[in-house]
C-alpha cells in the first residue's frame, strides 16, 4: 500500500468516526430505532429490551482502548503519542459529561465521570510535560 493510499484511508476512517460519533451524540435513540426497523424488516428480534447493552459494548471497548494507552505508556514511556490520546480520550469523556450533567439531567454519575476523567487527563497531561522535560 502506498503513502497516499493509507493516508486516503486514514482520512475516510477520521471521517466516518466523527460522523458516527455525532450521530451516537445527538441522535443515540434513533440509531437503536433505525436498526430495530431494520430487524423487523429481516425478521430478527429488537434490540429496544436490551438497548442500552449496546452502549455497554461501546463502553467496554472504550476503557479497553485507555487500559491500552496507559500499558503502552509504561512500555514505552519515551512515545509522546500514547500520553496525548489518554488526555484526549479522557478529557473528551469528562467534557461530554459536564456537558450532559448541564444540558440535559444533573446526575450524579455524569459530575462524577466529568471530575475523575477530567482529573485522569489533567494528570496525564503533566506527566507528558513532565517526561518531556526530562533529558534522555
Known amino acids: ?33 433505525f436498526f430495530d426497523e431494520l430487524s423487523r424488516a429481516v425478521g430478527m ?8 447493552k449496546f ?6 471497548a472504550y476503557m ?6 496507559a500499558s503502552l505508556m509504561y512500555l514505552h514511556p519515551d512515545n509522546p503519542a500514547y500520553p496525548l490520546l489518554l488526555f484526549n480520550g ?3 469523556s469528562s467534557a461530554l459529561s459536564i456537558l ?20 485522569i487527563g489533567v494528570l496525564v497531561i503533566a506527566m507528558y510535560r513532565s517526561i518531556r522535560r526530562v533529558p534522555r
Open 45 to 52: 428480534q429488537e434490540a429496544a429490551s436490551v438497548s442500552h
Open 90 to 92: 479522557k478529557t473528551a
Open 55 to 60: 452502549y455497554v459494548i461501546l463502553a467496554a
Open 64 to 69: 479497553y482502548l485507555v487500559t491500552l494507552l
Open 1 to 33: 500500500m502506498t503513502q497516499k493510499t493509507y493516508k486516503l484511508i486514514s482520512l475516510g476512517l477520521a471521517i466516518v468516526f466523527g460522523m458516527v460519533g455525532l450521530v451516537f451524540l445527538f441522535m443515540s435513540s434513533d440509531v437503536l430505532s
Open 100 to 119: 450532559f450533567f448541564v444540558l440535559d439531567k444533573p446526575l450524579l454519575v455524569y459530575l462524577t465521570n466529568g471530575i475523575v476523567d477530567g482529573l
